[in-house]
């Protein structure tokens, strides 16, 4: 550890300045997490008059075998600064990334079903909404190149990317390669072809929010960190991934999602789509791929070894959402019953939006 907040010392923006830095383990900042793939520090300013600034400082390199670079986490990072959804950054160098710190504190799951029960807290879910839809609205950054409409998958890039790897390095530990082939064939035959791709950040867990707030009266200000996963897909999936983050239930999810279509229209939207138990039963299938990608990221994490994970830490989170999996997966085979064949293979747009 010492060795890195030496690193985070040197770094070029704070020349000449007096400076305190901490883990963020030990900085007091109400529920933000520690980061898997990276380190992340707090680091203090003090000026001349003695005035403080904070900062947020993430040390971590390309991650190939998760397919992150820091280069397009970069440029998604600033693009939802400008849309006033997410931190400025301040400074980057090889390896490092200084953003503002953002007042307030990081979303719980607990809060988040707490605000889509009957009266619920309204101001919450609203701010919340409205901030998805910014970020789906959002110009897409010039790192991160838009797909064909043959190259459109409803399934994140790096899910398929996980999944390669865990065959190759031969995984075994739990029966998931390839019976994982056969669920996205089964997925994606029925759901069809993704009509849109947008701006999508594909890592909505709850501590990914940080809620400002200044006094009881004032509504909050709901902003998304940690882009590191940043890429184009359908919006609808990362909806789906933020459901299964907070554990939702479908009375839930409805909440959610009519309150999402409910805030002003994305400028590519031609309509939007009925909430209904046809349309519910698509974001379970969605749900499907959401948790089997959790999953492979905790197998990458035990096959490569690269993650802040220790090797136990890697199978117990692994473990977690193959139970995840498991449970999406039985819901979504008994929904299938319910509908027509060829239900999911409609040419209606299932997000309610074409491109």
């Not at 300013?45 to 190939?64: C, I, M, Q, S």
């Not at 607990?110 to 110009?139: F, I, M, N, W, Y």
């Not at 897409?140 to 190759?168: N, Q, S, V, Y």
């Amino acid at each position: 550890m010492a060795e890195l907040e030496a690193k985070v010392r040197a770094l070029e923006c704070w020349a000449r300045r007096d400076i305190t830095v901490k883990p963020l383990s030990e900085a007091g900042i109400e529920g933000l997490g520690e980061g898997r793939t990276n380190h992340n520090f707090i680091v203090t300013v003090t000026h001349h008059d003695g005035a403080e600034r904070k900062f947020f400082v993430r040390l971590g390199d390309d991650l190939p075998a998760y397919g992150v670079s820091r280069k397009r986490e970069e440029g998604a990072m600033c693009v939802a600064a400008a849309q006033g959804i997410g931190a400025g950054v301040i400074h980057t160098e090889p390896g490092a990334l200084v953003q503002e710190l953002l007042p307030g504190k990081a979303l719980t799951a607990a809060e988040v079903k707490a605000a889509l029960a009957p009266d619920g807290d309204a101001p919450l879910l609203k701010a919340l909404a409205s901030t998805l839809r910014k970020l789906h609205g959002a110009p897409m950054p010039p790192e991160i190149p838009m797909p064909g409409i043959a190259d459109r998958k409803w399934a994140p890039p790096d899910l398929l990317r996980w999944l390669t790897l865990a065959k190759d390095g031969g995984y075994m530990r739990i029966p998931i390669v390839a019976d994982a082939e056969a669920l996205l064939g089964a997925v994606d035959a029925f759901l069809g072809t993704p009509p849109c791709a947008a701006f999508c950040h594909f890592d909505l867990l709850p501590d990914n929010f940080v809620v400002e707030q200044e006094g009881t009266m004032v509504p909050p200000d709901v902003k998304i960190v940690d882009f590191e996963y940043a890429n184009s897909g359908p919006p609808l999936m990362d909806l789906t991934i933020f459901s299964m983050g907070c554990e939702l239930t479908v009375e839930e999810e409805t909440v959610l999602l009519t309150s999402y279509y409910s805030e002003p229209a994305i400028k590519w939207e031609t309509k939007l789509p009925t909430i209904d138990d046809a349309f519910l039963a698509k974001f379970g299938a969605l749900k499907v791929l959401a948790c089997l990608r959790e999953t492979l990221w905790g197998v990458v994490a035990e096959v490569s070894g690269t993650s802040a994970l220790s090797a136990s830490e890697a199978i117990a989170y692994t473990d977690l959402n193959y139970a995840k999996l498991a449970k999406a997966r039985a819901l979504f085979e008994a929904s299938k019953v319910t509908f027509p064949e060829g239900v999911g293979v409609a040419p209606d747009p299932i997000d309610g939006v074409e491109m």
